[in-house]
């Protein structure tokens, strides 16, 4: 396939976005043990400082990056080159202004906001305090992060997904560099207490957002729509721009204000829920760092894949549903669900069955048991938030726009009304199922309304899921094998478990590949047949350097 052919392709698309987001979480994940060991207790405000800050950035950038990423594909579908540029240009300035406006208010309402999330027993002046401070630090993203984003939208627009995944390499390396090089120095070359490192840790996501815009700016400057596609003056002017920015990026407000209105409301209650149902103050503080940091850090893995192809989802649909090309919309709709399904299953059912065997190679022996209770059942809800987040994302590139809302609005109901009485009644575990009972709800829903418009094929979509689950059954057999051999994870090296779990992961995707691809599911997804003359010809690819790939 050539490189024009390539970009195209929705599911090329998806895991070149996929790969950046995949280097990046893996990078997180490198930093989580070193930063452990020099926050240890402090990671607490830590996890309260990126919980408030991904709500309000949700708030903050009101789905503007989308409806650019959907008004340049628009545009560029058009060859109209002149009102891609002014789309950028106006974007640019909107989104500036708010990102000041988010960031003054998130300072403004620290101090409320600390007193909301820290549990009532552990009030005391210094935790407030410090709770006060993370939140303002994080707020100066507000301003920079938002920026970024912009910059993400316009070029996600013009499928330059290669560029998308750069750049978030670049601000995660530069992240961590900062977040571990500035809090060891706080913690040990200058004996500061350990909620530095928390500070420090929060303060990365400025740093780092500010280095990867001068390479944006840097990018931009090269880029050929800057210079040789833009000659004529756009026949929009930009108050109609704004117009159909805020048309495009309303129905994203909504799903943010609802979003954040909902992951504020499962935050600020989730510590009384938990009181009244007789949990310690304690033990709910345990549950918060490892929902919100460790099990969030280790469920990011199949988060790629939703992300990635959420990426893709934008200028792909649009371009299909802008030339009334419901043919391709139906296909783009199939091929999303079902290599999503494909690409979720093998790895959720693995960090569902080695749970415990991940978590300890993070986290050691940092409440275990706990630990790998809360992995466990955040990767289930996971595994439905990738069909949930590919839901939305489809419903609002093919402008169902009120149906949307709807959808949105009744999840938002339901959560307000029963998620504080299953935390009441079940404690922790009503955390994980009402979200779980969310998702699903959404999701069935979400397909009925597709199907309803353009008459997807739910019967040829579940013979995909089915062939994808066939292959995991080995996996779940490999697994309770394993467990017969009674192994104390938590007695043994963290190297020598790494191992082992690396050497069970192959077996168990190898198994699941080798099935799959019996079952036709690869070929019919991929197009990609494996015989003789393929691996002939990979290795004439690899050893012939004349050859072009």
Same mark, same amino acid.
């Given at each position: 396939?050539?490189?024009?052919?390539?970009?195209?392709?929705?599911?090329?698309?998806?895991?070149?976005?996929?790969?950046?987001?995949?280097?990046?979480?893996?990078?997180?994940?490198?930093?989580?043990?070193? =930063?452990?060991?020099?926050?240890?207790?402090?990671?607490? =405000?830590?996890?309260?400082?990126?919980?408030?800050?991904?709500?309000?950035?949700?708030?903050? *950038?009101?789905?503007?990056?989308?409806?650019?990423?959907?008004?340049?594909?628009?545009?560029?579908?058009?060859?109209?080159?002149?009102? $891609?540029?002014?789309?950028?240009?106006?974007?640019?300035?909107?989104?500036?202004?708010?990102?000041?406006?988010?960031?003054?208010?998130?300072?403004?309402?620290?101090?409320?906001?600390?007193?909301?999330?820290?549990?009532?027993?552990?009030?005391?002046?210094?935790?407030?305090?410090?709770?006060?401070? &993370? @939140?303002?630090?994080?707020?100066?993203?507000?301003?920079? $992060?938002?920026? *970024?984003?912009?910059?993400?939208?316009?070029?996600?627009?013009?499928?330059?997904?290669?560029?998308?995944?750069? /750049?978030?390499?670049?601000?995660?390396?530069?992240?961590? /560099?900062?977040?571990?090089?500035?809090?060891?120095?706080?913690?040990?070359? @200058?004996?500061?207490?350990?909620?530095?490192?928390?500070?420090?840790?929060?303060?990365?996501?400025?740093?780092?957002?500010?280095?990867?815009?001068?390479? =944006?700016?840097?990018?931009?400057?090269?880029?050929?729509?800057?210079?040789?596609?833009?000659?004529?003056?756009?026949?929009?002017?930009?108050?109609?721009?704004?117009?159909? @920015?805020?048309?495009?990026?309303?129905?994203?407000? @909504?799903?943010?204000?609802?979003?954040?209105?909902?992951?504020?409301?499962?935050?600020?209650?989730?510590?009384?829920?938990?009181?009244?149902?007789?949990?310690?103050?304690?033990?709910? /503080? !345990?549950?918060?760092?490892?929902?919100?940091?460790?099990?969030?850090?280790?469920?990011?893995?199949?988060?790629?894949?939703?992300?990635?192809?959420?990426?893709?989802?934008?200028?792909?649909?649009?371009?299909?549903?802008?030339?009334?090309?419901?043919?391709?919309?139906?296909?783009?709709?199939?091929?999303?669900?079902?290599?999503?399904? =494909?690409?979720?299953?093998?790895?959720?059912?693995?960090?569902?069955?080695?749970?415990?065997?991940?978590?300890?190679?993070?986290?050691?022996?940092?409440?275990?048991? !706990?630990?790998?209770?809360?992995?466990?059942?955040? &990767?289930?809800?996971?595994?439905?938030?990738? %069909?949930?987040?590919?839901?939305?994302?489809?419903?609002?590139?093919?402008?169902?726009?009120? /149906?949307?809302?709807?959808?949105?609005?009744?999840?938002?109901?339901?959560?307000?009304?029963?998620?504080?009485?299953?935390? $009441?009644?079940?404690?922790?575990?009503?955390?994980?199922?009402?979200?779980?009972?969310?998702?699903?709800?959404?999701?069935?829903?979400? *397909?009925? +309304?597709?199907?309803?418009?353009?008459?997807?094929?739910?019967?040829?979509?579940?013979?995909?899921?089915?062939?994808?689950?066939?292959?995991? !059954?080995?996996? %779940?057999? !490999?697994?309770?094998?394993? &467990?017969?051999?009674?192994?104390?994870?938590?007695?043994?090296?963290?190297?020598?478990?790494?191992?082992?779990?690396?050497?069970?992961? +192959? &077996?168990? +995707?190898?198994?699941?590949?080798?099935?799959?691809?019996?079952?036709?599911?690869?070929?019919?997804?991929?197009?990609?047949?494996?015989?003789?003359?393929?691996?002939?010809?990979?290795?004439?690819?690899?050893?012939?350097?004349?050859?072009?790939?």
């Amino acid at each position: 396939m050539d490189k024009n052919k390539r970009k195209q392709s929705i599911v090329a698309g998806a895991l070149t976005g996929s790969a950046g987001i995949f280097i990046t979480k893996a990078l997180s994940l490198l930093y989580v043990i070193p =930063f452990n060991e020099i926050a240890k207790e402090a990671t607490v =405000f830590y996890s309260y400082a990126y919980t408030v800050y991904d709500a309000a950035l949700q708030v903050c *950038l009101s789905g503007l990056p989308f409806a650019i990423a959907t008004l340049v594909a628009k545009y560029a579908t058009k060859d109209d080159y002149a009102t $891609v540029r002014l789309v950028k240009k106006v974007s640019r300035s909107i989104i500036m202004v708010i990102g000041v406006v988010s960031c003054i208010l998130m300072i403004a309402f620290a101090k409320p906001l600390a007193y909301m999330i820290v549990p009532t027993d552990l009030q005391s002046t210094d935790y407030i305090r410090y709770t006060q401070n &993370v @939140l303002i630090i994080v707020a100066f993203a507000l301003v920079f $992060v938002p920026y *970024l984003s912009y910059f993400r939208g316009f070029y996600q627009g013009l499928k330059e997904f290669k560029t998308y995944s750069i /750049t978030q390499v670049l601000e995660q390396v530069v992240r961590i /560099t900062f977040l571990i090089s500035a809090s060891s120095i706080c913690v040990y070359a @200058l004996n500061l207490d350990r909620v530095w490192a928390a500070y420090m840790g929060v303060a990365s996501t400025s740093i780092s957002a500010i280095f990867t815009i001068i390479y =944006f700016i840097a990018f931009d400057k090269r880029y050929e729509l800057s210079h040789k596609k833009v000659e004529t003056k756009s026949e929009y002017s930009n108050k109609d721009i704004v117009k159909e @920015l805020f048309k495009v990026s309303i129905p994203y407000l @909504l799903n943010a204000l609802m979003i954040s209105t909902s992951s504020l409301f499962v935050l600020l209650f989730f510590a009384s829920g938990l009181e009244a149902y007789g949990t310690s103050a304690k033990l709910i /503080t !345990i549950y918060q760092g490892i929902i919100n940091y460790q099990s969030t850090k280790l469920a990011s893995i199949p988060m790629i894949i939703m992300t990635g192809f959420c990426l893709a989802i934008i200028p792909h649909i649009t371009e299909a549903v802008t030339s009334n090309d419901d043919k391709k919309v139906v296909d783009l709709v199939h091929k999303i669900m079902e290599t999503v399904n =494909f690409l979720s299953v093998p790895i959720c059912f693995f960090m569902l069955f080695f749970a415990k065997e991940i978590y300890y190679i993070m986290y050691g022996n940092y409440y275990l048991d !706990i630990g790998t209770n809360m992995l466990s059942k955040t &990767v289930v809800n996971q595994f439905f938030m990738n %069909f949930f987040g590919i839901i939305t994302s489809t419903l609002i590139a093919l402008q169902l726009r009120k /149906t949307y809302l709807i959808l949105e609005t009744s999840r938002l109901i339901f959560m307000l009304a029963f998620y504080k009485i299953f935390l $009441v009644n079940f404690g922790i575990n009503g955390y994980f199922i009402i979200i779980a009972i969310e998702y699903i709800f959404y999701v069935i829903a979400g *397909l009925f +309304i597709i199907k309803s418009k353009y008459g997807i094929n739910f019967k040829k979509m579940i013979d995909s899921f089915t062939r994808s689950w066939m292959g995991a !059954i080995p996996m %779940f057999v !490999i697994a309770a094998i394993y &467990v017969q051999f009674e192994i104390n994870v938590g007695a043994m090296n963290r190297f020598a478990v790494l191992i082992l779990t690396g050497f069970m992961f +192959i &077996v168990c +995707i190898g198994v699941y590949i080798a099935i799959t691809y019996r079952l036709n599911v690869i070929t019919d997804l991929f197009n990609i047949t494996f015989s003789k003359e393929t691996f002939v010809n990979l290795k004439n690819k690899i050893f012939n350097k004349d050859e072009r790939i």
